[in-house]
């Protein structure tokens, strides 16, 4: 009862300000009290816009290499595509901070429309290269120019009321985990159209010229029309005149201060705030914890998203299933849709009845058991491999996203709006350092003939 008169007391002295935007989304979200569809089709679409070209160039870099004539072997292919593939990572490691720090200070909204711009520019170019040079600066001014994801999820917990958060944030993590499965499939299923569907797309036309160029315009393409409908996305960030804002923190203080004692912890809440708006992030434990954490587990994650395609085509003799192509799509086509449907209608209510903790801690606890059985699974054959293989990959791809989810929830939750997009810029400027490392291992593996053991990546990340 007392929580509930406090509440009201905090809601009856909070000031809006006319020219606000924060104040004006704050507004909004107390007078409409449904689910934000159209606030969360925004983050949807820019999420997708992120995720889409981090993994689009995964099947064809290998080719994309060969053809430049820079290796002198085959086994150096894999050596350049590695660091091509890490270029984007690196890039958006030296910048994230810095387009969250922007973000903190001049908007959500402008650094989104700055990021989806880049995706339309540098991601067309790179589908453009003709050298290797080309390949890994496109690549490279991609990652420092869309550094997105950071502020998208800052502005997922502001966007909406609070009991939607978890919807808001799992909304970011599952159209970004729908990202990387679709991006493989259009790259590989639209790079070197000319060869494959030659009734259509002509040696001497630009995507025969440029093999490579089609599955990058479809990516670009996507994200005009992106930029297109965040012309209209409203903003969230707080921008009063400070001297206005911290007189009016000490007035509620005083104020607070001379009513009844079940009042006081109104005066706590205000000191807090105001005390962790300029409070030093690194020294911020819980926000450094769910950092580290995040690291660790993006390794993992982006071990499994390279190598898994890898792995499945791969013959038996050396580890693998024997995979068609089809195959692979069929198995991420229907990990995607199991995704999609368990994160807007199964998780919300599980993180509500759980916390964002325990949540996290159950989906790490058991992807170290599945991903050490999946040695294992490459010994089934028949239609029981097919099967098994669908339902470990729907379950790893839940666990993973459920994971990511929690994690942005406890980040959120660890600092204040005002330093917000700051924390998530070095958040995704840690995870992009240990997320480079990834390309590299994996295709520094790559052998003439066969790939580095999908099981031995599986067993080192289990036991990690």
Request: aromatic letters at 12%; proline letters at 4%; hydrophobic letters at 45%.
């Amino acid at each position: 009862m007392a929580r509930t008169e406090n509440n009201a007391l905090l809601e009856k002295k909070k000031e809006y300000f006319e020219n606000c935007p924060g104040c004006k989304i704050d507004r909004l979200n107390e007078e409409q009290r449904g689910v934000p569809y159209r606030n969360l089709s925004y983050i949807w679409t820019v999420s997708l816009c992120t995720a889409l070209p981090i993994s689009s160039l995964f099947p064809f870099i290998y080719f994309m290499i060969r053809d430049f004539h820079i290796a002198e072997i085959e086994e150096d292919i894999g050596f350049y595509a590695g660091f091509v593939g890490s270029s984007f990572m690196i890039g958006r490691a030296l910048t994230s901070f810095f387009w969250g720090w922007l973000a903190d200070r001049y908007g959500r909204k402008p650094i989104i429309l700055i990021g989806i711009s880049s995706v339309v520019l540098f991601n067309a170019l790179f589908g453009l290269s003709t050298s290797l040079w080309m390949a890994l600066s496109m690549r490279f001014l991609l990652g420092c120019f869309n550094s997105l994801l950071g502020t998208i999820r800052a502005y997922a917990s502001e966007v909406c009321r609070e009991e939607y958060r978890s919807v808001a944030l799992s909304v970011v993590s599952t159209s970004r985990g729908i990202g990387m499965i679709i991006g493989p499939a259009i790259g590989g299923f639209l790079a070197q159209p000319a060869e494959k569907f030659p009734n259509l797309f002509a040696e001497s036309s630009i995507f025969g010229r440029f093999p490579y160029f089609l599955p990058c315009l479809v990516i670009s393409v996507y994200a005009v029309g992106v930029l297109a409908a965040c012309w209209w996305l409203p903003e969230t960030l707080h921008m009063h005149d400070k001297k206005v804002s911290e007189r009016c923190d000490s007035f509620d203080v005083l104020e607070a201060s001379s009513e009844e004692s079940d009042e006081k912890e109104y005066v706590t809440e205000v000191k807090e705030r105001k005390i962790s708006k300029n409070a030093n992030l690194l020294r911020n434990w819980p926000l450094m914890s769910v950092i580290i954490v995040y690291c660790v587990f993006s390794l993992q994650e982006i071990a499994y998203a390279e190598t898994f395609s890898l792995w499945a085509v791969s013959d038996k003799k050396y580890g693998g299933l024997s995979f068609s192509s089809q195959d692979v799509g069929e198995v991420l086509a229907i990990s995607g849709f199991g995704l999609l449907l368990f994160q807007l209608l199964l998780y919300p209510p599980i993180e509500k009845i759980l916390g964002p903790i325990t949540v996290t801690r159950i989906s790490a606890a058991v992807s170290i058991p599945l991903l050490a059985s999946y040695p294992y699974i490459a010994m089934l054959s028949g239609i029981t491999l097919h099967l098994v293989i669908n339902c470990a990959s729907i379950l790893r791809n839940t666990l993973s996203v459920t994971l990511v989810t929690g994690l942005f929830i406890l980040q959120n939750n660890a600092v204040p709006q005002s330093q917000r997009a700051a924390a998530n810029g070095i958040s995704m400027t840690a995870m992009s350092v240990f997320k480079a490392f990834g390309p590299v291992g994996a295709f520094l593996g790559h052998k003439s003939d066969k790939f580095l053991p999908f099981s031995q990546v599986m067993k080192w990340f289990s036991s990690y």
